[in-house]
């Protein structure tokens, strides 16, 4: 289908609209303070489903959604899905609460490197050597981290490698993002509920209502920026779609040493440098795989 310049448009502002939410999440869950990462996770968990449910119903696939229901392999899968989702959720509540918002947007800068890697060890593909350069500077990049903190960078490895998982095992099944949510959210919400009921709440109604909203809304949050950025996707060739998404990360960063006061020593910057290195290698080969494809597709003459 042709998308005229309006699309685009529009496709370009939905996709910013998404990301700039997604970068700027930490200043969002700092609200949920003093209540407990795991707590916040517990009521994202839980009122994530009719949030989903919501957006279900808007887009028209109820029906085709609850079809999935009896497929006992694809539900299986996304039960996977759904607990990998929720160590992906979790950590990054961690981090933002806890000071460590800039090492959560490491993660998300390496995601797509790691990204690669799961394509070569899963699906056996073979790396271009643009994606080889960024692996190793990847690598290189962590080992500076090891030197400078004196250990692995836990929530950086954990953010990535828990959505590079979550990514390949959501290749398995034919079900869209917003499908995935609600089918994810029908695994997460009996145990997010759990845990609020044995908990007394687990922070509802103990910190004012202003932190009540945030935990209410946390699913809102959730399925807000998921709808528009599959707008965007259906408007947008995915080269673009994929440019846009490193805004996400780039905010966080800039939310982090900004707005939440974090610092960052020089060997940190470092490891940042490496890996925006490794994408700028990334971005250029999948541009390049873009152009060789419009040519093939739209030849001149």
Not at 138 to 146: K, N
Request: overall charge positive; aromatic content about 12%.
């Amino acid at each position: 289908m042709s998308v005229g310049t309006n699309g685009r448009r529009l496709g370009i502002f939905l996709s910013l609209i998404a990301n700039s939410v997604w970068g700027a999440a930490a200043l969002y869950w700092m609200e949920t303070k003093p209540v407990a990462p795991i707590d916040v996770l517990a009521h994202r968990a839980t009122w994530t489903l009719p949030a989903a449910l919501l957006v279900i119903l808007m887009v028209g696939r109820l029906g085709s959604t609850l079809g999935f229901l009896t497929n006992w392999a694809v539900m299986r899968v996304m039960a996977v899905a759904a607990f990998l989702i929720s160590i992906n959720w979790g950590v990054f509540l961690y981090a933002v609460t806890t000071g460590r918002a800039t090492e959560a947007s490491l993660g998300y800068f390496l995601l797509p490197i790691l990204t690669v890697v799961a394509g070569v060890v899963v699906f056996r593909e073979v790396p271009s050597v643009p994606q080889r350069v960024a692996i190793a500077l990847a690598v290189l990049g962590i080992g500076v981290q090891v030197v400078a903190e004196g250990g692995l960078p836990i929530v950086s490895l954990s953010l990535a490698l828990s959505f590079a998982l979550y990514s390949v095992i959501r290749k398995q099944v034919s079900v869209d993002a917003v499908q995935g949510l609600f089918l994810e959210s029908l695994f997460l919400m009996p145990v997010g509920l759990f845990w609020i009921l044995f908990y007394q709440g687990a922070g509802f109604g103990q910190f004012g209502l202003k932190t009540d909203l945030f935990l209410l809304f946390a699913g809102a949050f959730t399925a807000i920026p998921l709808l528009t950025h599959i707008t965007a996707a259906r408007l947008l060739p995915l080269s673009t779609v994929g440019l846009l998404s490193y805004l996400g990360p780039t905010l966080q960063l800039i939310v982090a040493q900004t707005l939440l006061g974090e610092s960052i020593s020089f060997m940190t910057l470092s490891s940042f440098v490496l890996v925006w290195c490794g994408l700028a290698f990334i971005v250029q080969d999948n541009i390049r795989a873009y152009r060789r494809i419009r040519r093939a597709n739209y030849p001149r003459g």
